[in-house]
């Protein structure tokens, strides 16, 4: 069961382009694709006419051809042209999604369209900001996305899973976090003061000694969560807010089932500062990306042993609490939408 009305990230923007694009949604087929104007639009990816996927189309101006018997639909799904007949039959149409592109992210709307409401999209704005560099990236995860949210809201994996990356002290395990409630929202977080900085931070910052380092993870259901991340040099102010003497990473990830055990794993690390520096967006880029793998390959392993998508009959700890409270969240939600 998926929270339908609400937007999910079908894509990053610069990976849509004229080419008709296939994706797999909540268990729906979706083709995703650009009018001429470069307007994103997204239909139900099987033909009316005999059920071909339009993705193996292409685009003609505003219109996506079935690449069957060359039927075109517009971007409401409507059928225009079928080329055999002047006549087009009636109820020759396809479901259509809202779409929207915001923050570099093409945003799709899965459950009724005359609730599509453009105020939903998460407020992500670094992610196109001319002040900051953001270089994203993409995998296939075989896993239920909720165990991605899970891994994001459970700072105590770093240390475990990230020793090659963003782990630092392995003291940092015992550093206790603050869970918060928001109204749309979880939030958790700690500081870490006086820590050996994690390698990848320590290369971005070029620091010699010892780190302030933070960590505040937000969840935004159903599974958006961005991390506002970063160190400075211990004792230069940080926790009182001067960030002068570190770096901040805010770290997206836009998580969007595609079945009830795949996911697109959207991510991307953000920066502002050295922003005309190639080789930082580099070494971020590569950073982000090593870390997040190793994310995905224990939460393969983790679906693996799950089978299903239930956490019964395992243990809680403490430190479970964001990620609770984020299920139990969207579990209301998911009951709330069912039973209107
Ligand atoms: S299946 Fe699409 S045109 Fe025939
Ligand atoms: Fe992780």
Redesign the pocket.
């Known amino acids: 069961m998926f929270l339908k009305n609400c937007w999910y990230a079908a894509t990053w923007s610069r990976d849509l382009g004229a080419k008709p694009m296939a994706r797999r949604l909540l268990g729906e087929p979706v083709v995703l694709y650009r009018q001429e104007n470069g307007q994103p639009a997204a239909l139900e990816d099987k033909c009316c006419h005999r059920a071909a996927p339009l993705s193996k189309g292409q685009c003609i101006g505003d219109y996506l051809e079935c690449g069957y018997h060359g039927l075109q639909f517009d971007a409401s799904g409507t059928c225009v042209r079928v080329p055999v007949q002047t006549r087009v039959p009636p109820g020759a149409k396809v479901r259509s999604y809202p779409v929207r592109e915001r923050w570099s992210v093409i945003w799709i709307w899965m459950g009724d369209p005359g609730r599509a409401d453009d105020a939903a999209i998460p407020e992500l704005s670094w992610l196109d900001d001319p002040g900051w560099v953001s270089a994203p990236g993409y995998f296939h995860l075989k896993g239920n996305y909720l165990l991605i949210v899970d891994?994001?809201l459970d700072l105590t994996?770093?240390t475990y899973?990230?020793k090659n990356t963003i782990a630092g002290d392995p003291a940092e395990g015992a550093v206790p976090v603050k869970t918060e409630r928001l109204n749309d929202g979880v939030r958790v977080g700690r500081w870490m003061i006086d820590f050996v900085p994690p390698p990848l931070f320590r290369k971005a910052g070029g620091f010699a000694g010892n780190v302030d380092r933070w960590q505040h993870v937000t969840w935004l259901p159903p599974s958006n969560v961005y991390l506002d991340v970063g160190c400075a040099t211990t004792g230069t102010g940080a926790p009182e807010g001067d960030r002068s003497q570190g770096i901040s990473i805010w770290s997206s990830h836009l998580i969007t089932p595609e079945t009830e055990t795949t996911t697109h794993y959207h991510w991307c690390f953000s920066r502002d500062f050295r922003l005309e520096d190639e080789a930082m967006t580099r070494l971020l880029f590569e950073g982000a990306r090593d870390?997040?793998l190793?994310?995905l390959e224990m939460i393969e392993a983790q679906q693996d042993r799950l089978g299903g998508v239930t956490l019964d009959g395992l243990v809680d700890i403490n430190s479970d609490n964001a990620q609770i409270q984020a299920r139990r969240m969207l579990d209301e939600m998911i009951a709330a939408e069912t039973a209107s």
């Open positions: 891994n994001l994996h770093v899973v990230h870390t997040f190793e994310d």
